[in-house]
């Protein structure tokens, strides 16, 4: 599975941005899929993740709670993240992964990764 995210850019705090994370070379409905991010100088952290085929059940971060929202589209492969009320703190590098088993928060059962998307927002 290719996973490429895209959506990144340079924001103002309080603005909103969409990531997204389009799949390829794999049956999509398959796979749970979740976002992680990565700030300079920080370890990898758990953003936000939802589970396979319809999608039904979905895990957020603390620290993002009622801010971002993720969804999936498995007609277009693409996973979405929907980041509102934005926060410098939520500067970092976004990536995309695909887990063949259970939704989770743990990185290292994630299949497969995009390449990241930076975030930047601004005070």
């Known amino acids: 599975v290719q996973l490429q995210a895209s959506g990144g850019g340079l924001v103002q705090a309080g603005g909103s941005l969409r990531l997204s994370c389009a799949a390829s070379?794999?049956?999509?409905?398959?796979?749970?899929m979740g976002w992680f991010r990565q700030a300079p100088g920080k370890e990898r952290e758990f953003v936000a993740a939802i589970s396979w085929s319809g999608g039904s059940s979905t895990l957020y971060a603390d620290s993002v709670k009622g801010r971002f929202t993720i969804s999936r589209d498995n007609a277009k492969n693409t996973v979405y993240l929907q980041m509102n009320s934005l926060k410098p703190e939520d500067t970092a590098v976004y990536y995309c992964?695909?887990?063949?088993?259970?939704?989770?928060?743990?990185?290292?059962?994630?299949?497969?990764w995009g390449q990241g998307t930076k975030v930047t927002v601004s005070s």
């Open positions: 070379g794999g049956t999509f409905t398959r796979y749970a």
């Open positions: 992964a695909a887990d063949k088993a259970v939704i989770t928060t743990h990185s290292y059962m994630y299949d497969y």
